[in-house]
């Protein structure tokens, strides 16, 4: 692209500032901006003018979970179908591990925070011994896809190479980026990082399946024979990954995808919450739920609205690709930009400034005609770390790792 044209674009999209100091560029740095106004996705700004308009859902209803009662009773013939399903190398596992600790205090990726007390236990040294643990079950190496983004993937790279994965087989892990969106001021023009660099995020959770197909890693996947994809979040430390058990539940019920859900502690729980919209699974956001669905009862008087996801979702590639070319919702999020000034002057906010844009991996599964909720005990498969200190946090996670004999 050159000159001209990124004009051009920007014009398009009412965007004409980020050319502003390009006569001051070195010619690095106009090559670097060029490239990025080309690759860029600047029609997701238009919807910073929708922002208050209030999402419309369709009609909510309840979806029952498989429960642990049920998990128990059949746990050895769904493990057996997933520990088949994994031998045959129909399993791989796909980390989300784009965001970095900034609410833990630290400037480095999330997965590289360390929550040891008495010796160094990082957050991706967890996730991979829960993996190992698998691996050991079947005696055979499932795939591991890491999704970084441009914020933090050489170092998450660097990092991981040394120390060895923490005794995965490298040979299974692949690492790929996820694209990212630009971030804007609340009227809708993107912020500058630097003079030659606009400032972006990354595309939200929900944009890990087109990344994963645009590096080709997706392609490569399904050619050595991968049918199911276990995708999860980097930030909870607990959590079982390929779960046999899961694995052969899903598969055994017909489903084209599974998510495990833990039973709220409050009905007000900050967790999403499983459910059918229009007749098609769906994930309803805590803050989207109404006094009378919080209230509600299923036919046994129980809670309708019981069962909050925990980002451990299960999906079958062959429908994935299925979904892929449809646009999943755009959501506008408020967040803190740093940025250069009129002036030239980087700025840090206090405040949030600006919106970020993300699609969620939670609108998957409205996409896909069915989900299988699997209860997991949320004591031993929930230690989410999102803070310090207090709920879901790196004091919380220690008591709940502990609880479970792990040695921190």
Same mark, same amino acid.
């Given at each position: 692209?050159?000159?001209?044209?990124?004009?051009?674009?920007?014009?398009?999209?009412?965007?004409?500032?980020?050319?502003?100091?390009?006569?001051?560029?070195?010619?690095?740095?106009?090559?670097?901006?060029?490239?990025?106004?080309?690759?860029?996705?600047?029609?997701?700004?238009?919807?910073?003018?929708?922002?208050?308009?209030?999402?419309?859902?369709?009609?909510?209803?309840?979806?029952?979970?498989?429960?642990?009662?049920?998990?128990?009773?059949?746990?050895? &013939?769904?493990?057996?179908? +997933?520990? /088949?399903?994994?031998?045959?190398?129909? !399993?791989?596992? %796909? @980390?989300?591990?784009?965001?970095?600790?900034?609410?833990?205090?630290?400037?480095?990726?999330?997965?590289?925070?360390?929550?040891?007390?008495?010796?160094?236990?990082?957050?991706?040294?967890?996730?991979?011994?829960?993996?190992m643990d698998v691996v050991k079950q079947a005696g055979s190496w499932i795939p591991l896809y890491v999704m970084t983004s441009d914020k933090n993937h050489e170092v998450t790279v660097k990092f991981l190479r040394e120390h060895d994965y923490f005794g995965y087989n490298s040979s299974y892990i692949t690492f790929f980026m996820q694209e990212m969106a630009p971030a804007s001021n609340y009227e809708g023009k993107v912020y500058m990082e630097e003079k030659w660099k606009i400032s972006?995020?990354?595309?939200?959770?929900?944009?890990?399946?087109?990344?994963?197909?645009?590096?080709?890693?997706?392609? &490569?996947?399904?050619?050595? +024979?991968? /049918?199911?994809?276990?995708?999860?979040? !980097?930030?909870? %430390? @607990?959590?079982?990954?390929?779960?046999?058990?899961?694995?052969?539940?899903?598969?055994?019920?017909?489903?084209?995808?599974?998510?495990?859900?833990?039973?709220?502690?409050?009905?007000?729980?900050?967790?999403?919450?499983?459910?059918?919209?229009?007749?098609?699974?769906?994930?309803?956001?805590?803050?989207?739920?109404?006094?009378?669905?919080?209230?509600?009862?299923?036919?046994?008087?129980?809670?309708?609205?019981?069962?909050?996801?925990?980002?451990?979702?299960?999906?079958?590639?062959?429908?994935?690709?299925?979904?892929?070319?449809?646009?999943?919702?755009?959501?506008?999020?408020?967040?803190?930009?740093?940025?250069?000034?009129?002036?030239?002057?980087?700025?840090?906010?206090?405040?949030?400034?600006?919106?970020?844009?993300?699609?969620?991996?939670?609108?998957?599964?409205?996409?896909?005609?069915?989900?299988?909720?699997?209860?997991?005990?949320?004591?031993?498969?929930?230690?989410?770390?999102?803070?310090?200190?207090?709920?879901?946090?790196?004091?919380?996670?220690?008591?709940?790792?502990?609880?479970?004999?792990?040695?921190?």
């Amino acid at each position: 692209m050159n000159y001209n044209e990124a004009f051009d674009k920007l014009h398009k999209f009412g965007q004409e500032h980020v050319l502003k100091d390009y006569s001051d560029l070195a010619e690095q740095e106009r090559e670097a901006l060029l490239k990025q106004i080309d690759t860029t996705d600047f029609s997701v700004l238009a919807s910073c003018a929708q922002k208050q308009e209030a999402a419309k859902r369709g009609e909510i209803t309840p979806l029952a979970a498989m429960q642990l009662a049920e998990i128990n009773e059949k746990k050895e &013939k769904f493990t057996v179908l +997933g520990i /088949e399903a994994v031998k045959a190398g129909k !399993v791989g596992a %796909v @980390l989300l591990a784009g965001g970095m600790g900034t609410r833990l205090g630290s400037d480095d990726p999330k997965g590289m925070y360390n929550i040891g007390i008495t010796k160094e236990v990082y957050i991706f040294q967890r996730l991979i011994e829960n993996l190992m643990d698998v691996v050991k079950q079947a005696g055979s190496w499932i795939p591991l896809y890491v999704m970084t983004s441009d914020k933090n993937h050489e170092v998450t790279v660097k990092f991981l190479r040394e120390h060895d994965y923490f005794g995965y087989n490298s040979s299974y892990i692949t690492f790929f980026m996820q694209e990212m969106a630009p971030a804007s001021n609340y009227e809708g023009k993107v912020y500058m990082e630097e003079k030659w660099k606009i400032s972006t995020s990354p595309n939200g959770n929900g944009g890990w399946y087109s990344s994963m197909y645009k590096w080709g890693v997706a392609q &490569k996947a399904m050619e050595d +024979g991968v /049918e199911w994809l276990n995708v999860f979040a !980097v930030d909870n %430390v @607990l959590q079982r990954i390929a779960d046999p058990c899961f694995v052969g539940a899903v598969i055994d019920s017909g489903c084209v995808s599974g998510a495990k859900v833990v039973k709220k502690c409050a009905p007000d729980e900050k967790v999403g919450v499983i459910c059918l919209e229009d007749g098609r699974p769906s994930i309803i956001e805590y803050y989207e739920l109404t006094e009378e669905l919080m209230n509600a009862k299923d036919k046994n008087g129980d809670p309708a609205y019981y069962f909050g996801v925990i980002l451990n979702y299960l999906f079958r590639i062959s429908d994935l690709e299925k979904i892929r070319e449809r646009n999943l919702p755009l959501h506008v999020v408020e967040k803190k930009i740093p940025h250069l000034n009129e002036a030239g002057e980087r700025i840090k906010p206090e405040e949030p400034n600006g919106y970020k844009f993300e699609q969620l991996v939670l609108d998957m599964i409205h996409e896909l005609d069915s989900c299988l909720p699997f209860e997991v005990e949320r004591n031993k498969e929930f230690a989410p770390i999102k803070n310090r200190t207090g709920v879901d946090s790196v004091e919380s996670a220690r008591i709940l790792c502990e609880e479970n004999g792990i040695c921190l």
